[in-house]
């Protein structure tokens, strides 16, 4: 009796001892991890138990799994698996590399010996990589690998210089060649340096790169510095791999984008087809006019792209992000305080060119320059004087200025060049109106019908004001009407001796200021007749 309830005593003990080391080994327990790596390479991951936390574990395995791997007497063969009631321990002679236990294995959702065998495995095969990696074999492969890689340097580099040498002399010729043929020769100097300076920043990043490659393969020759190698690729091929990744993650939104571009692309096409087609009069629309084709075609171009913009303006990769909006904000503040006259200057050229006031190729004045239209956009207008000067007038000041367009008047036989000329009283004025009928009479230009006139503008104290009006059929020669108008006139009014009393006199020459005609060839004028 005494002894089965020993036995029963003793029971209970064991029981609560086991109880209360089993919570002991719970509270202490670790659930993070850390990894098992040698030369470089991971093999598995461990966790912290009681004292011993993950990365203490791991680290001490990784310590012993390299000891092991540098004795060359040490067979593979002999790590096996020992088991007890608390841990499987995977050892080689009297040497335990590791303990599993049940924990781990539960983690890992599988039994104890089924976790420690596989682990034990990869243990194996750690070692014999190993040893082949830091065998002489392949430190002798990895040597010349070094060598080669050395080599191929070296001549990467004396290709580049002779590459950058060549383009240099290239680019130097074609920038004189460039610079005979422009005026800005006294920039030689400014753009052969920025030129040169460019072509030297390019080498070096390009010879940066070279050694970058070159160093990191290097290293990855050699097992004890392969982790750095690693690591060195790790730096470029990690942000490739991100940009790839984000890539795809943004890949529908950019299917979108391509697929808009090219509905946006196609109805661009179609609409430049139809207003081309309106510019060229093989359509026509009631009241449009052939010269609005293409500033209207511009306009819908442009609302077409801002309504395209907005639309993909969610689906560009980073438009969430928060310094993608603020740059599209700086932008929009930015062109909201630059813009004022700009979107001025672009109503007024919208105005302008459905007002009709004048058209690319017309001889127009504004304020007090005339000259033909070169260009009309939505910004400025650019005109060519007849001494062949090109001026450039924002748009916004021609809706303040008085156009007048010679062209729409010559272009219906209505365009008047006025002369004024005073003759005294003591001519007839009659014999003035016909002298000035015959002087427009000689000049080619002038057309006869509608037939020029003149008028007597006013009586003043010393003259008559009398005024000439020829129609002609162009604008385009204006300059050299007037001029042989003023040529023919001189020449009746001497012919006939009748004075031009221009500027004013005070009293009456002895004889009259005219040019008889045996005197109208003299030299050197003769010369230029003959």
Same mark, same amino acid.
């Given at each position: 009796?005494?002894?089965?309830?020993?036995?029963?005593?003793?029971?209970?003990f064991i029981?609560?001892?086991?109880?209360?080391?089993?919570e002991?080994?719970?509270?202490?327990? +670790?659930?993070t991890?850390?990894?098992?790596?040698?030369?470089?390479?991971?093999?598995?991951?461990?966790?912290?138990f009681?004292?011993?936390?993950?990365?203490?574990?791991?680290?001490?395995?990784?310590?012993?799994?390299?000891?092991?791997?540098?004795?060359?007497?040490?067979?593979?063969?002999?790590?096996?698996?020992?088991? +007890?009631?608390i841990?499987?321990d995977?050892?080689?002679?009297?040497?335990?590399?590791?303990?599993?236990?049940?924990?781990?294995?539960v983690?890992?959702?599988?039994?104890?010996?089924?976790?420690?065998?596989?682990? #034990?495995?990869?243990?194996?095969?750690?070692?014999i990589?190993?040893?082949?990696?830091?065998?002489?074999?392949?430190?002798?492969?990895?040597?010349?690998?070094?060598?080669?890689?050395?080599?191929?340097?070296?001549? *990467?580099? /004396?290709?580049?210089?002779?590459?950058?040498?060549?383009?240099?002399?290239?680019?130097?010729?074609?920038?004189?060649?460039?610079?005979?043929?422009?005026?800005?020769?006294?920039?030689?100097?400014?753009?052969?340096? #920025?030129?040169?300076?460019?072509?030297?920043?390019?080498?070096?990043?390009?010879?940066?790169?070279?050694?970058?490659?070159?160093?990191?393969?290097?290293?990855?020759?050699?097992?004890?510095?392969?982790?750095?190698?690693?690591?060195?690729?790790?730096?470029?091929?990690?942000?490739?791999?991100?940009?790839?990744?984000?890539?795809?993650?943004?890949?529908p939104?950019?299917?979108?984008?391509?697929?808009?571009?090219?509905?946006?692309? /196609?109805?661009?096409?179609?609409?430049?087809?139809?207003?081309?087609?309106?510019?060229?009069?093989?359509?026509?629309?009631?009241?449009? /006019?052939?010269?609005?084709?293409?500033?209207?075609?511009?306009?819908?171009?442009?609302?077409?792209?801002?309504?395209?913009?907005?639309?993909?303006?969610?689906?560009?990769?980073?438009?969430?992000?928060r310094?993608?909006?603020?740059?599209s904000? *700086?932008?929009?503040?930015? *062109?909201?305080?630059?813009?004022?006259s700009v979107?001025?200057?672009?109503?007024?050229?919208?105005?302008?060119?459905?007002?009709?006031?004048?058209?690319?190729? +017309?001889?127009?004045?504004?304020?007090?320059?005339?000259?033909?239209?070169?260009?009309?956009?939505?910004?400025?207008?650019?005109?060519?004087?007849?001494?062949?000067?090109?001026?450039t007038?924002?748009?916004?000041?021609?809706?303040?200025?008085?156009?007048?367009?010679?062209? *729409?008047? #010559?272009?219906?036989?209505?365009?008047?060049?006025?002369?004024?000329?005073?003759?005294?009283?003591?001519?007839?004025?009659?014999?003035?109106?016909?002298?000035?009928?015959?002087?427009?009479?000689?000049?080619?230009?002038v057309?006869?019908?509608?037939?020029?006139?003149?008028?007597?503008?006013?009586?003043?104290?010393?003259?008559?004001?009398?005024?000439?009006?020829?129609?002609?059929?162009?604008?385009?020669?204006m300059?050299?009407?007037?001029?042989d108008?003023?040529?023919?006139?001189?020449?009746?009014?001497?012919?006939?001796?009748?004075?031009?009393?221009?500027?004013? /006199?005070?009293?009456?020459?002895?004889?009259?200021?005219?040019?008889t005609?045996?005197?109208?060839?003299?030299?050197?004028?003769?010369? #230029?007749?003959?």
């Amino acid at each position: 009796m005494k002894v089965g309830i020993q036995l029963l005593l003793a029971l209970v003990f064991i029981t609560l001892v086991n109880t209360a080391y089993a919570e002991e080994v719970t509270v202490k327990r +670790d659930d993070t991890t850390a990894v098992v790596v040698v030369d470089g390479e991971t093999l598995f991951q461990m966790r912290g138990f009681k004292g011993f936390t993950a990365q203490v574990r791991a680290d001490r395995i990784a310590e012993r799994i390299k000891f092991l791997a540098e004795d060359p007497f040490l067979l593979t063969d002999s790590i096996t698996l020992v088991s +007890d009631d608390i841990t499987t321990d995977v050892v080689t002679g009297d040497t335990i590399i590791m303990s599993v236990l049940d924990y781990d294995a539960v983690a890992e959702g599988v039994s104890r010996t089924e976790l420690a065998t596989r682990l #034990a495995d990869k243990i194996r095969a750690a070692i014999i990589k190993y040893r082949q990696e830091h065998s002489v074999h392949n430190l002798l492969i990895g040597a010349l690998s070094a060598l080669i890689a050395t080599v191929l340097l070296a001549a *990467f580099i /004396y290709g580049l210089n002779r590459f950058f040498e060549y383009l240099r002399h290239r680019l130097d010729a074609l920038m004189r060649r460039w610079l005979d043929t422009t005026r800005i020769r006294i920039f030689e100097f400014i753009i052969e340096g #920025a030129l040169i300076a460019s072509l030297k920043l390019l080498r070096l990043f390009i010879l940066i790169g070279g050694l970058y490659v070159y160093f990191s393969l290097m290293l990855s020759f050699f097992p004890w510095t392969r982790t750095i190698a690693e690591k060195l690729f790790g730096y470029v091929i990690n942000p490739i791999k991100q940009i790839g990744a984000d890539i795809w993650k943004e890949m529908p939104n950019l299917m979108f984008l391509l697929i808009l571009f090219f509905i946006v692309r /196609y109805l661009l096409g179609v609409m430049r087809f139809f207003f081309t087609a309106l510019e060229n009069g093989d359509l026509q629309l009631i009241e449009f /006019y052939p010269e609005w084709a293409k500033p209207t075609y511009k306009i819908c171009r442009f609302l077409i792209i801002i309504f395209a913009i907005v639309i993909a303006y969610p689906y560009i990769p980073g438009s969430n992000s928060r310094a993608f909006q603020g740059v599209s904000i *700086f932008l929009g503040v930015l *062109f909201s305080l630059g813009s004022t006259s700009v979107v001025a200057n672009m109503v007024a050229g919208v105005i302008l060119t459905y007002m009709r006031g004048f058209r690319v190729g +017309d001889v127009v004045k504004i304020g007090d320059t005339t000259g033909k239209v070169l260009a009309v956009s939505l910004l400025v207008t650019r005109i060519r004087t007849p001494k062949n000067l090109e001026i450039t007038i924002p748009n916004s000041l021609l809706m303040s200025n008085q156009v007048t367009n010679y062209s *729409f008047a #010559a272009g219906e036989g209505r365009l008047i060049l006025p002369v004024s000329i005073t003759i005294g009283y003591d001519a007839p004025w009659r014999q003035v109106h016909g002298l000035l009928l015959l002087a427009a009479e000689r000049t080619e230009q002038v057309q006869r019908d509608p037939a020029p006139f003149v008028l007597q503008r006013a009586l003043d104290d010393f003259y008559v004001n009398y005024e000439l009006n020829a129609y002609v059929g162009t604008a385009d020669s204006m300059p050299k009407v007037y001029s042989d108008l003023h040529q023919n006139i001189q020449d009746a009014f001497n012919e006939y001796g009748v004075q031009i009393m221009s500027p004013h /006199y005070v009293a009456d020459p002895e004889t009259a200021k005219i040019v008889t005609r045996e005197n109208w060839q003299q030299a050197p004028a003769a010369d #230029a007749e003959q």
